[in-house]
């Protein structure tokens, strides 16, 4: 069962931080107008990773067994690299059932959304995103927001969404942290004519519409920024989260696999923060206690950035360059103070991106514009030193919690969105 993907990472990831740090200063947009003053290193701007040797990776793409893949634009399909190449993947990308579908009567309709649970900080800006932008989305009416509050409890949100069924929505917005767990029941809403549109929650049916972020590639991009930081020579310490976490090994494997492809690089060891900045810190302390030799970079998961780089500056040892997922204000605080000397790379989706996307998606739905598959990928952005000052606040430090707003089109604009549906009218 893959019980913990993404949602659960963000969901644990905010337990020490919880609703902290949202921001509507306008950062995260993107522009890559500059860092804040430093030099910047000449391969940072519109970074590409090579498409061979040190820095290179595979994006294999899902197997598409309808032709789905197949059918869709090169950009569309570049998003798709990787996604499901890592040990434990239950994706399937599929043919939508949802293709000719349109909702019963004229509107404004009904949508109800279940939600995981309400810890980090992610999941508060993006819940209540998606409030503003569905309420304000053309075709929509009421929208029923039922979470599980403080508690992961995949079977209160089995009779939660059970329940919703009953109510008989027009679309229901599902993320929950075992998106294996709601196979049976997403068929049989969408035997009654409901379809569930998830947000990072992709459950491998045909009745479901998964919006979704690569992890997978988006690790990959940040660590082959890394081997090109430092020239394709040195150690990599990895602060991972869970063994069992789906999202884990989405993130470790692209990591391990760009090392691999460095003749001078090799994996230094690995350590298991449990998407925690307090864990995270004390894992990397005893480590880094019995490992006095140098650490040349860094990976870390979401929640566990902050955590790790206290854990180095606690023992007097020299920060590492590092792959970040997540976007953590704290870590992007401590990158901006010190960007004359300390370079790295960052990537997340951003709550705002991701209820635009969301809501833009349910709203072509409900205007009839009929999806062609289960599964809409999109990639997330990336931050290097040539952009984090579009990305960061000055006041931010190790210490801010929180994660960063973003801005509306780090995902899956509208352009990109076309791709997906057999018509488009944009919801309009």
Not at 100 to 123: C, E, I, M, N, T
Not at 414 to 425: G, M, P, Q, V, Y
Request: net charge neutral; glycine share 12%; hydrophobic share 40%.
């Amino acid at each position: 069962m893959k019980v913990l993907g993404w949602t659960a990472a963000l969901v644990l990831a905010g337990a020490s931080a919880a609703g902290c740090g949202a921001s509507s200063s306008g950062e995260g947009n993107g522009s890559g107008s500059g860092a804040t003053g430093a030099t910047v290193p000449a391969f940072a701007k519109n970074f590409t990773p090579p498409a061979s040797g040190c820095g290179s990776f595979e994006g294999k793409l899902p197997a598409d067994p309808q032709g789905v893949i197949a059918a869709l634009p090169q950009a569309q399909k570049d998003a798709l690299g990787g996604y499901s190449d890592f040990q434990g993947s239950t994706v399937k990308v599929l043919k939508s059932r949802w293709a000719d579908w349109k909702p019963q009567g004229a509107g404004p309709h009904r949508v109800a959304v279940s939600w995981g649970q309400l810890v980090s900080d992610f999941q508060v800006q993006t819940v209540d995103q998606l409030k503003q932008q569905l309420k304000a989305t053309k075709g929509v009416g009421q929208v029923d927001v039922r979470t599980t509050g403080s508690n992961l409890d995949i079977a209160q949100q089995l009779q939660q969404y059970n329940a919703l069924v009953q109510t008989k929505p027009a679309v229901i917005l599902l993320e929950t942290p075992s998106p294996d767990s709601f196979n049976g029941p997403v068929q049989k809403a969408a035997a009654q004519g409901i379809p569930t549109v998830t947000l990072l929650s992709p459950v491998p049916v045909d009745g479901a519409v998964n919006i979704d972020s690569n992890n997978y590639l988006g690790a990959a991009e940040t660590a082959s920024y890394l081997t090109k930081v430092l020239g394709g020579k040195g150690s990599m310490l990895l602060v991972r989260a869970l063994a069992t976490a789906s999202i884990d090994s989405q993130v470790a494997t692209p990591w391990k696999r760009v090392i691999a492809r460095c003749p001078g690089m090799k994996l230094a060891g690995e350590v298991f923060g449990a998407f925690s900045e307090a864990q995270a810190k004390s894992e990397t302390l005893k480590w880094l206690s019995t490992h006095p030799q140098k650490v040349d970079a860094l990976g870390a998961m979401p929640g566990e950035s902050s955590g790790t780089l206290q854990a180095f500056k606690q023992l007097g040892r020299p920060v590492p360059p590092a792959s970040e997922i997540g976007l953590d204000k704290g870590f992007l605080g401590y990158w901006r103070a010190n960007d004359t000397a300390y370079d790295a790379a960052a990537t997340s989706l951003t709550p705002v991106s991701a209820a635009r996307a969301t809501s833009n998606v349910i709203g072509r739905m409900l205007a009839g514009d009929g999806v062609k598959l289960n599964t809409l990928v999109g990639k997330t952005p990336l931050v290097t030193d040539a952009n984090l000052g579009d990305w960061s606040d000055a006041s931010w430090t190790l210490q801010t919690p929180g994660t960063v707003s973003g801005h509306p089109d780090d995902f899956l604009p509208a352009k990109d969105l076309d791709a997906f549906f057999t018509t488009t009218s944009k919801g309009q």
